[in-house]
């Protein structure tokens, strides 16, 4: 029994060890194969690198604010007979928004004006009265008087009565209604909002240490996630007197043509500032970089020898390249291109 064993296992083994003997002897020839066949030609695109005027930038992250942004309320209250508007319309300086129900007011106005009409034709006659030495000084003084007092009441009336009128303190983009037709509104309860939104201002802030590369007027370029791909330009039109002691950070503004009213208040933005003059680069295409943890590399393409058809054959090399800054698909090659 042991010796049949013994023959057993043996046969089991010289079975693995062919198996094994020959997966290794067909890997060998394999590769060796391989080894002798040349690389195959491989069809690339590529693209010349070459010197273009680079401009320096400072990015920061703002926030879009309106030029004029209110929301309008009236001063008096009143019960809502009419309403001039839809939400999401454009109006001039001046419109007529909403009405509130005057007709107490109206009335009223009108007591006070025949009350200062009577004011005024007692002090003229008592004044003709006073030339003819009929009445004296101190009636015609209380006639002046009470001609004033009634006239400040008409005014103080009609500004009232004014006030039942909500107009548009100026032209913009209304935003969604917040009142109703039958409504009574309280002195300070919002009607809607109402933006100008072309130019729009972008305020943003910058280290400290940049403030000498900053100035009035200078260009500025503005992105938003919500228009990927598009940019607003602008200048910039304000700069903080002082730093913040928290952040030692300094509040900028700029000014952005918005024709189109595609950039809104609130919104994030990412702000490019170009600072200094422009500076020779090589620039190649993101797609022409390979990013790997060890380096960036490029391929360049160079001569070597001559091709099965006789011309001279191409072979890419690789090369670690130290990037610069992003412009839209392009980066700045600081080293390793030339």
Do not use: C
């Amino acid at each position: 029994m042991t010796k049949r064993m013994i023959i057993m296992l043996i046969l089991v083994g010289l079975l693995f060890g062919g198996i094994f003997g020959f997966q290794a002897f067909k890997a060998h020839m394999v590769k060796k194969f391989m080894a002798s066949r040349g690389m195959p030609p491989q069809t690339v695109s590529t693209i010349k690198a070459s010197m273009q005027p680079w401009q320096r930038q400072l990015e920061a992250v703002g926030s879009l604010q309106a030029v004029r942004g209110a929301d309008l309320a009236p001063e008096v209250g009143g019960l809502v007979v009419k309403i001039n508007f839809k939400s999401g319309q454009e109006v001039k300086a001046g419109a007529l928004l909403v009405e509130l129900d005057a007709s107490s007011d109206r009335a009223k106005l009108q007591a006070l004006r025949a009350t200062a009409e009577l004011a005024g034709q007692t002090y003229r006659r008592d004044r003709q009265q006073f030339r003819e030495h009929s009445v004296s000084q101190a009636t015609l003084d209380v006639d002046m008087a009470n001609l004033k007092s009634a006239s400040a009441r008409v005014a103080e009336q009609q500004s009232l009565l004014d006030k039942k009128f909500i107009r548009a303190p100026f032209a913009g983009r209304l935003g969604i209604r917040a009142v109703d037709l039958g409504q009574y509104l309280h002195p300070g309860a919002k009607i809607v909002t109402l933006q100008a939104l072309d130019p729009i201002y972008v305020d943003f802030y910058l280290p400290q240490r940049t403030i000498s590369q900053v100035a009035l007027g200078q260009p500025v370029t503005v992105r938003v996630d919500a228009f990927a791909g598009k940019t607003f330009a602008g200048k910039i039109s304000a700069i903080n007197p002082k730093v913040d002691q928290n952040t030692r950070n300094i509040r900028v503004r700029a000014m952005i043509r918005n024709p189109g009213h595609l950039l809104l208040p609130g919104m994030f933005a990412t702000t490019d500032i170009e600072v200094g003059r422009p500076q020779p680069r090589v620039t190649l295409p993101q797609t022409a970089i390979s990013y790997n943890p060890y380096g960036n590399i490029v391929y360049l393409v160079k001569r070597k020898g001559k091709g099965r058809n006789g011309r001279p054959g191409l072979v890419a090399e690789q090369k670690f390249v130290t990037t610069g800054a992003t412009r839209g698909d392009q980066v700045a090659i600081i080293k390793g291109v030339q």
